[in-house]
């Protein structure tokens, strides 16, 4: 079974705008899906489509089976979210407002409390534990709302800019916490952001939005081969002999287009082979965001 399956999918709001078109993708378990545009793309109203927290115009969703238009509180029970602004108790201590979203699920005081303890130390939260939520700073709270977002062990937990007003440090016990999730226990996650570069360094697959509508789906290695007109590889070398075509980059620079990193060995070979020193070799993997602006080249979504 698909952990997230959405077939045309599209929301028009009241006032016309059209935020998600004709959205269909599927999601395996287990998956980091990094869910990426600029603001306004559509991801959060997606991720509220999926939870039940809007209902859409057309088209049709799945969580682990379930259909959240027809029955949201079964969603609830097995999945987490982490909106944007996610409601908690500022006269409560950060343990307290585990405590209370525990029994909003379920959960007995204990069950919570031993959770709400592995959570909090996960995120780096522990010796914040007792105080109360007045005195956490915005990168403190955003940590809670995630220890919140999975308290009942949701088997799917869909962020929304997770690391939005984070400082670098709290990012890494975040990335750390997301990637031991999907890896280890099997979860998926499906992130939203508008940091592309963020997203590369822990989503294991990606959907490209603009506009609302998808541009492409993939992991990084087939977006990669989709946009890509072969692999640029920098050689750093005293010379290159004129029968081995490349590009002059600058002094003992020089760059070829290959089809694929299998055939680097063999460029080098060749090099060496014709009497030159070489100094350095370095693939020019295509980064997200590079890949993203080449899709949009490529004839984004067009719309009146
Ligand atoms: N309740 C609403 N009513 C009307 N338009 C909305 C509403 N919510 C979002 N939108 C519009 O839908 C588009 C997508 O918004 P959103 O899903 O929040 O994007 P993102 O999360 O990618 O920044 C935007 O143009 C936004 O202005
Ligand atoms: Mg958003």
Same mark, same amino acid.
């Not at 996960?122 to 914040?128: F, G, H, T, V």
């Not at 109360?132 to 220890?147: D, E, F, H, N, V």
């Given at each position: 079974?698909?952990?997230?399956?959405?077939?045309?999918?599209?929301?028009?709001?009241?006032?016309?705008?059209?935020?998600? @078109?004709?959205?269909?993708?599927?999601?395996?378990?287990?998956?980091?899906?990094?869910?990426?545009?600029?603001?306004?793309?559509?991801?959060?109203?997606?991720?509220?489509?999926?939870?039940? #927290?809007?209902?859409? !115009?057309?088209? $049709?969703?799945?969580?682990?089976?379930?259909?959240?238009?027809?029955?949201?509180?079964?969603?609830?029970?097995?999945?987490? &979210?982490?909106?944007?602004?996610?409601? #908690?108790?500022?006269?409560? !201590?950060?343990?307290?407002?585990?405590?209370?979203?525990?029994?909003?699920?379920?959960? /007995?005081?204990?069950?919570?409390?031993?959770?709400?303890?592995?959570?909090?130390?996960?995120?780096?939260?522990?010796?914040?534990?007792?105080?109360?939520?007045? /005195?956490?700073?915005?990168?403190?709270?955003?940590?809670?709302?995630?220890?919140?977002? #999975?308290?009942?062990?949701?088997?799917?937990?869909?962020?929304?800019?997770?690391? /939005?007003?984070?400082?670098?440090?709290?990012?890494?016990?975040?990335?750390?916490?997301?990637?031991?999730?999907?890896?280890?226990?099997?979860?998926?996650?499906?992130?939203?952001?508008?940091?592309?570069?963020?997203?590369?360094?822990?989503?294991?697959?990606?959907?490209?939005?603009?506009?609302?509508?998808?541009?492409?789906?993939?992991?990084?290695? /087939?977006?990669?081969?989709? &946009?890509?007109?072969?692999? $640029?590889?920098?050689?750093?070398?005293? @010379?290159?002999?004129?029968?081995?075509?490349?590009?002059?980059?600058?002094?003992?620079?020089? *760059?070829?287009?290959?089809?694929? *990193?299998?055939?680097?060995?063999?460029?080098? @070979?060749?090099?060496?082979?014709?009497?030159?020193?070489?100094?350095?070799?370095?693939? $020019?993997?295509?980064?997200?965001?590079?890949?993203?602006?080449?899709?949009? *080249?490529?004839?984004?979504?067009?719309?009146?």
């Amino acid at each position: 079974m698909q952990a997230v399956e959405i077939k045309h999918l599209t929301k028009k709001f009241t006032n016309n705008q059209i935020a998600v @078109r004709d959205l269909t993708l599927s999601i395996n378990q287990g998956e980091v899906f990094g869910f990426l545009g600029p603001n306004g793309a559509g991801k959060t109203t997606t991720i509220k489509l999926l939870n039940g #927290m809007l209902q859409p !115009t057309s088209g $049709k969703m799945q969580i682990l089976g379930e259909d959240p238009t027809k029955d949201p509180i079964a969603i609830h029970q097995f999945s987490g &979210v982490l909106t944007e602004r996610a409601a #908690m108790y500022d006269q409560l !201590t950060g343990m307290e407002n585990l405590l209370f979203y525990g029994e909003v699920f379920g959960l /007995s005081q204990e069950d919570s409390r031993k959770r709400g303890l592995d959570l909090l130390e996960q995120l780096e939260l522990s010796y914040a534990a007792d105080r109360k939520l007045t /005195s956490y700073s915005t990168g403190m709270r955003q940590r809670l709302s995630l220890a919140r977002a #999975m308290i009942h062990q949701p088997k799917v937990l869909f962020l929304d800019e997770p690391t /939005s007003g984070l400082d670098p440090e709290s990012v890494l016990s975040v990335n750390r916490l997301i990637q031991d999730l999907a890896k280890n226990q099997g979860v998926t996650v499906f992130l939203c952001t508008h940091q592309l570069r963020y997203a590369q360094e822990i989503c294991t697959s990606y959907g490209l939005l603009d506009e609302g509508e998808l541009l492409a789906t993939g992991t990084l290695e /087939s977006l990669r081969h989709r &946009v890509s007109k072969g692999l $640029k590889v920098e050689v750093q070398a005293n @010379r290159i002999s004129p029968d081995l075509h490349c590009k002059l980059l600058g002094k003992d620079r020089f *760059e070829f287009t290959l089809i694929d *990193e299998q055939e680097i060995p063999e460029l080098v @070979r060749k090099i060496v082979q014709s009497g030159s020193d070489i100094y350095g070799v370095t693939a $020019k993997q295509l980064t997200l965001e590079e890949i993203y602006f080449a899709l949009l *080249e490529e004839g984004g979504p067009v719309h009146d």
